[in-house]
């Protein structure tokens, strides 16, 4: 079993920056797709950013595309979530998530996750 931990949240001011940090342990991911999702609230979960295993392929949700950017340092067993030109709208609890073996295709899918962080509070100020 993999353990996550997400760090880098906080507040900060619209069209400002923050880089989210999963920390993983128990288990390399190296191997693994991985990514991002957010749940503001009262709304439902929603995908931001994955990164296939090989770290060549990456996914953006529409609303992220072009001003976040989704990495990974398997050295670390460490996957980032650098954010920019944050707006109001980007406040959310954001989860790191462990996701399929081997894959280098997008899913978006929770239920393709099987381990979760913590999460991380990520606030903007307009």
């Known amino acids: 079993q993999v353990q996550l931990v997400e760090s880098g949240g906080g507040l900060v001011q619209a069209g400002g920056s923050l880089r989210l940090s999963c920390a993983a342990s128990g288990r390399t991911v190296s191997t693994y797709y991985m990514a991002w999702f957010r749940q503001a609230p009262g709304r439902e979960r929603s995908f931001v950013a994955g990164?296939?295993?090989?770290?060549?392929?990456?996914y953006y949700g529409d609303s992220v595309k072009g001003r976040f950017t989704i990495s990974r340092d398997d050295a670390k067993n460490t996957v980032y979530l650098q954010m920019n030109s944050l707006n109001f709208e980007d406040t959310a609890v954001y989860y790191c998530?462990?996701?399929?073996?081997?894959?280098?295709?997008?899913?978006?899918?929770?239920?393709?996750?099987?381990?979760w962080g913590q999460g991380t509070q990520v606030t903007v100020s307009s």
């Open positions: 998530a462990c996701g399929p073996k081997w894959r280098t295709t997008a899913t978006t899918a929770g239920g393709d996750f099987h381990s």
């Open positions: 990164i296939g295993w090989t770290g060549s392929s990456t």
